[in-house]
């Protein structure tokens, strides 16, 4: 049974409270900025370093770009001097290599790129705009925004997603709740890159302030208008959303049920790259959990690392937690604290380490009952422990989206999500 087509929506206690409504903290970095030199598949081999060693950087300087393939370009978070590079940790859990700035703590900045006027512009004009600007998906996914504008055929509608359902992360509510006018300019942008008449902005049913700000923001903005949607998990996933508001699938991509999914952080970035030629340089990130002594929304600067984010919300509240990278249910955790904030994230969140209690599974099905993508989470784990590869394929682990639901539902307290990522593992090497 599908999520959302029986009576098993799930709605997961949200923490939102530890965050949502403190000021947001300012923070800089000790003394480096560690800028990923990675994006997506690329990795630093992919990319034309535009600096050299010892020159001087404002906040907006173009650093590098990718030498062929989807265009990135990744700009300084700060003013300094650039050092060069190095290898570190990376919140995908693999080494990678980092372009390292040591920041003088002025934050001097230039405009990474001229300001347009998107309604002097033609469509494609926008796009390409958008391309060169970097704009990319900034509710975790880090995709190039212009790629899903380059051919809109069949579109008839947007939806931004503003429904944010993982526990604890409350950045894009942070976002749009201080920023609703460049939202709305966003959305208009949008409106038009995608040749539609209407974008609807989707918020939790259980977020009335927000909802009423945004409605107050998009009052005179033509076919911008407020959907509502119920607080059940995972209503962020765009397959989801594209269910609940316009009530069609797809096979691949939303623009099969004629639809662009977008990211309101994302649509703000792109205000902000119009009006005022801003890059994606500093972000909102939610630093929450029962593992944080003082649970926050931070401002900081790519690149900043994570460690230093931790010292300023208090430390840790224990001795032994779990540090992940994104929510608790589709976050990765990882072994050190030693990694940096990424363009694309949105949250690290802290749990105490709690002891490995499961037991056996029961048989109760309930982790096949609660997923969303109509998966049999329990048999793949089966196939998983026999290392039976053709029964991974057959039972379609690859379509896991990695929500974690399984996981929460099981009363024997297994893992299931992680089986299910191991067998998405083991096909993808099977298919290579
Ligand atoms: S983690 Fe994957 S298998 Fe588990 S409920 Fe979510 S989509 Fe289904
Ligand atoms: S929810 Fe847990 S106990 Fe129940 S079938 Fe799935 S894995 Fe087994």
């Not at 690859?398 to 299931?416: A, D, F, K, M």
């Amino acid at each position: 049974m599908s999520l959302f087509l029986g009576s098993m929506r799930q709605h997961i206690p949200g923490h939102k409270e530890l965050t949502e409504k403190s000021e947001v903290l300012h923070l800089m970095p000790k003394q480096n900025v560690y800028i990923p030199l990675v994006h997506g598949r690329s990795t630093d081999k992919d990319f034309n370093v535009l600096v050299s060693e010892g020159d001087a950087v404002k906040v907006g300087t173009k650093l590098a770009e990718t030498k062929a393939g989807l265009y990135v370009p990744i700009y300084s978070s700060v003013s300094g001097t650039y050092k060069g590079t190095e290898k570190r940790m990376h919140s995908s859990m693999r080494p990678q290599v980092h372009m390292v700035i040591e920041a003088d703590g002025k934050q001097e900045s230039i405009q990474a790129f001229e300001p347009q006027d998107y309604t002097k512009l033609s469509r494609q004009e926008c796009v390409d705009f958008v391309q060169q600007a970097g704009i990319i998906g900034l509710g975790g996914a880090g995709f190039p925004t212009y790629v899903k504008y380059g051919k809109p055929n069949g579109v008839d509608v947007v939806l931004i997603n503003a429904v944010e359902c993982e526990p604890f992360i409350t950045a894009d509510y942070r976002n749009v709740m201080d920023d609703p006018q460049d939202l709305v300019t966003g959305c208009l942008i949008m409106k038009k890159m995608a040749e539609v008449d209407q974008v609807y902005i989707c918020i939790k049913e259980s977020h009335p302030d927000l909802i009423e700000q945004v409605k107050k923001a998009c009052a005179n903005a033509q076919g911008v208008d407020v959907r509502p949607v119920p607080d059940v998990y995972p209503m962020g996933w765009e397959r989801v959303l594209v269910r609940e508001v316009l009530h069609k699938e797809y096979g691949n991509l939303p623009a099969e049920a004629g639809a662009i999914v977008d990211n309101a952080t994302t649509a703000i970035a792109m205000a902000q790259a119009f009006t005022r030629g801003q890059a994606i340089t500093q972000k909102t990130v939610t630093i929450s959990g029962n593992g944080i002594k003082k649970p926050s929304n931070v401002s900081v600067p790519v690149g900043m690392p994570v460690n230093e984010i931790i010292e300023a919300c208090g430390g840790y509240s224990c001795d032994s937690v779990r540090v992940i990278a994104g929510g608790p249910m589709m976050g990765k955790t990882l072994i050190k604290d030693e990694f940096v904030i990424d363009r694309a994230m949105n949250a690290i969140t802290v749990l105490k380490h709690v002891e490995d209690d499961a037991i056996e599974c029961l048989r109760c099905g309930r982790c096949s009952d609660h997923c969303p993508a109509g998966l049999q989470p329990v048999r793949i784990s089966m196939a998983v422990k026999a290392n039976d590869v053709d029964e991974m394929i057959k039972r379609g682990a690859s379509s896991c989206i990695e929500c974690g639901l399984c996981t929460y539902v099981c009363p024997s307290h297994i893992n299931v999500t992680e089986n299910v990522r191991k067998a998405k593992r083991v096909i993808a090497l099977k298919k290579k």
